[in-house]
C-alpha cells in the first residue's frame, strides 16, 4: 500500500510538470519503477497504460484553456502512435541505452537554445511567426514517438524541444498539443506492450495509482499554463530539459563522471540554483515590461 501511495504522489507530481512544461511524466515515473528494479519493458507498460488516462483528461484540460493547435495535433498524432506502437513491440531488443547519451546531449543542446532564446529577448515581447510544416511535424512525431516507447519517456522531451526552438509556436500552444496529441501515442505503445508482455506482464496496481495521481493534476496543470507569460514558460521549459538530460550526459564515456557521484548531483544543484534564479528573471523582465506598456496605453490620448 505503501508503495502505491507514493507510485500516486509521483503520478501527481509528474503530470503537474508534465502538463504545464510539456514533459517530464513519463521520464520521471519510468525513472523511479526501474529503480526499483523493475524491467525496462514493464516499466514503461504500467507509465504508457496510466498516461492513456493522464493524456485523455490532460487534453481536455488544455482544449478548455484554449491551448491546443489542432492542426499540430492532426499532423503528429498518428505517427507518433504508429511508431510507438513499433518501439513498444521491439523494446526488448532494440540497444536502448547506446543511444541515450547522443539523445540527451542533442535536447540538452536544443535546452540551452530555448533557454537563450527566451533570455535574449530583453524587454520585447516573444514573437511566434509561419507555420510548422508536415515535412518537419510527421518526422519528428516518428522519432519522439519511438523514443517514448523505447525510454518511458520522450515524446515530450523530444516533441516540446524541437516545437520550442523552432520559435513558431507559443509556448502555451507548444506544450497543449504536445500533451493532447501524446493520447494517441499512449495508445499506440499500450498496445504494443500489451502484445509483446501480455496483461500478465503488467502491473494494474502500479498503472492505477499512476493514473490517480496524473489525473488529479492534469486540470491545474493546463490552467497553470493558460495563465503563464511566454517569457516565462519558455525559460522554464528549457531549464528542465537541460537539467534532465544533463546527467546522462555527465555520466556518458565522453565525460566519465561516476554514476550517482556527488560530483554529479553538485553540477546539477548548481544548474537548477541558476534555472530559478533566471526564472525570477524572466519574471521581474515580463512585470517591467506590462509597467511600460500600461505606461505606453496611458500616454495614448483617448
Known sequence: MRKLIVLAVVGLFAQLVDGSLGMAYGVTSSSLLLATGIAPAAASAAVHLSEVGTTLVSGAAHWKFGNVDWRVVAIMAVPGGIFAFIGATFLVSL???????????????????????????????????????AVFLVPLAAVAGTMDAIGGGGWGPVGTTSLLSSGRLEP????????????????????????ALGSAGINF????????????????????????????????????????????VLESSWIGLEEGSSLVWSIIALLVVGWFSL????????????????????????
Do not use: C, M
Request: hydrophobic content about 55%; charged content about 15%.
Open 205 to 248: 496496481a502500479w498503472v492505477a495509482a499512476l493514473l490517480i495521481g496524473g489525473v488529479i493534476a492534469a486540470p491545474l496543470a493546463a490552467y497553470i499554463v493558460r495563465h503563464l507569460p511566454a517569457r516565462v514558460l519558455g525559460v522554464a521549459a528549457g531549464g528542465v530539459i537541460i537539467i534532465t538530460n544533463v546527467k546522462t
Open 95 to 133: 540497444p536502448g541505452d547506446a543511444a541515450k547519451p547522443w539523445v540527451a546531449l542533442l535536447l540538452l543542446s536544443l535546452g540551452a537554445y530555448v533557454l537563450w532564446r527566451f533570455l535574449a529577448l530583453g524587454a520585447r515581447r516573444p514573437q511566434f511567426k509561419g507555420t510548422l510544416s
Open 279 to 302: 526564472i525570477g528573471a524572466a519574471v521581474n523582465t515580463e512585470r517591467a515590461a506590462r509597467r511600460s506598456d500600461a505606461a505606453a496605453r496611458r500616454a495614448v490620448p483617448a
Open 172 to 195: 502555451r500552444k507548444v506544450v497543449g498539443s504536445v500533451d493532447t496529441s501524446e493520447f494517441v501515442v499512449s495508445v499506440g505503445a499500450s498496445l504494443g506492450f500489451l502484445l
